[in-house]
């Protein structure tokens, strides 16, 4: 593994349509369209059942739990099996899941244990899907694109959920409070075709020794991750991000609809300027990369988002939450896809599947404990303590971040 501190990025190119990545990228699309449908609608539909903080935060933890108990298995597995086989698959089985969901709700017996349940079945299943994205990625396109797609794909993604999911979630409800989730499941189904039917070469996978365990498998994957102090910093100052952004989500709708008194249409309005900061965010990612070099990128996003997140936490008018949450998304884009992309150029290709596990483990390992934290803190102190209680966090992971390009 290279030592430097800075990390540059390598040049950048435009990923070919063609060779996989067209698919794959339609396929991503399509499936977070529908995750951007269930996204919105499920909140919505929480706090029709409860209005405790605290309940209404445990289905955004239960969303994040599996990624505990199951991520590092998950990694495993996608080094293990075809990648691609298994990601379609598992969106069968999630188109299944979801229809099931989309009848109960149909028929009034939805309730909040009911939306544990589902979350986490969901998330249980991304685990192994995921971490099999990330590894089949670098097989479709040429190691300098890599960059450049990882920013397609979360722009394409934040374009289908901004222009198209977000605006149609009232129109569906009006159709009947379990259409947004019908739609997921069929988004799936088709998701599952694109990938089903992706040619190209298949990503690196080493011979396992004889007698090699999932164990053994998955402590090499954790310290290849322990070793390469870029990628070890980074998981860091992510966790502590996940933790705010837990504490924050988890209770994101009440801190619209209650503290700024802004309702259905203000929350609306919140999501969608944080999907237009996105994908501004996603289209800039690289170039900026490019200059500045991916850690300190990450830095910079990491910086600009600990002032929107005290914006939000102090300033009560909607507009201001608007604004905040708009640069909010275009900084995690940033963010998100260099870090990706580095752990994508800094992991050994046959190891990638258990090196994004066990980044993501730990990273996505705080979700649930800061969705936990939030609710207890918006119950006990205010619905704006939150956004707050996740500025603080975001300042931490930034210092954290400095010695890493000193």
């Known amino acids: 593994m290279a030592g430097a501190q800075a990390v540059p990025a390598a040049d950048g190119a435009a990923p070919a349509w063609r060779g996989g990545f067209g698919r794959l990228f339609s396929a991503a699309v399509v499936s977070r369209f529908g995750d951007a449908l269930r996204g919105a609608a499920m909140p919505l539909l929480a706090v029709t059942l409860t209005t405790d903080p605290l309940l209404v935060s445990l289905v955004s933890a239960c969303g994040f739990l599996p990624w505990l108990l199951f991520g590092l298995l998950g990694g495993a597995l996608a080094d293990r099996v075809d990648q691609r086989r298994a990601m379609w698959a598992v969106d069968l089985v999630r188109a299944l899941l979801m229809a099931a969901f989309a009848v109960a709700v149909a028929l009034g017996h939805a309730s909040i244990a009911l939306l544990v349940v589902v979350a986490f079945a969901l998330t249980t299943l991304q685990t192994l899907f995921d971490n099999a994205a990330t590894a089949l990625l670098p097989a479709m396109v040429p190691p300098g694109a890599l960059g450049a797609a990882n920013a397609r794909l979360m722009t394409g993604q934040q374009l289908a959920s901004t222009f198209l999911a977000a605006p149609l979630v009232p129109v569906l409800l009006l159709w009947g409070p379990s259409v947004p989730y019908a739609t997921d499941a ?8 694109l990938v089903a039917s992706l040619r190209g070469p298949a990503p690196e996978r080493e011979a396992r020794p004889a007698g090699s365990t999932l164990r053994a498998e998955i402590a090499a994957g954790l310290r290849v991750l322990w070793a390469d102090r870029p990628l070890r910093g980074l998981c860091a100052a992510t966790t502590l991000c996940n933790l705010g952004v837990g504490a924050l989500i988890a209770t994101l709708v009440l801190h619209i609809t209650g503290w700024l008194d802004g309702g259905q249409a203000g929350y609306a309005a919140v999501l969608t300027a944080y999907g237009i900061g996105s994908v501004a965010g996603g289209l800039g990612a690289d170039r900026l990369a490019r200059r500045t070099g991916r850690i300190r990128s990450v830095l910079i996003a990491g910086a600009a988002q600990t002032g929107c997140l005290v914006v939000l936490g102090t300033v009560r008018e909607l507009w201001a939450a608007v604004a905040a949450m708009a640069v909010f998304g275009l900084m995690g884009a940033v963010w998100n896809a260099n870090q990706v992309t ?41 619905l704006n303590t939150p956004a707050l209680l996740a500025a603080a966090l975001f300042g931490l992971a930034v210092a954290s971040l400095v010695p890493l390009i000193n």
């Open 186 to 193: 069929f988004t799936y189904v088709l998701a599952a075709l």
């Open 342 to 382: 580095l752990m994508q150029e800094r992991s050994p290709g046959a190891m990638l599947g258990r090196v994004s596990a066990a980044f993501r483990t730990l990273a996505i390992g705080g979700s649930p404990l800061g969705a936990v934290l939030g609710g207890l803190a918006a119950s006990g102190w205010g």
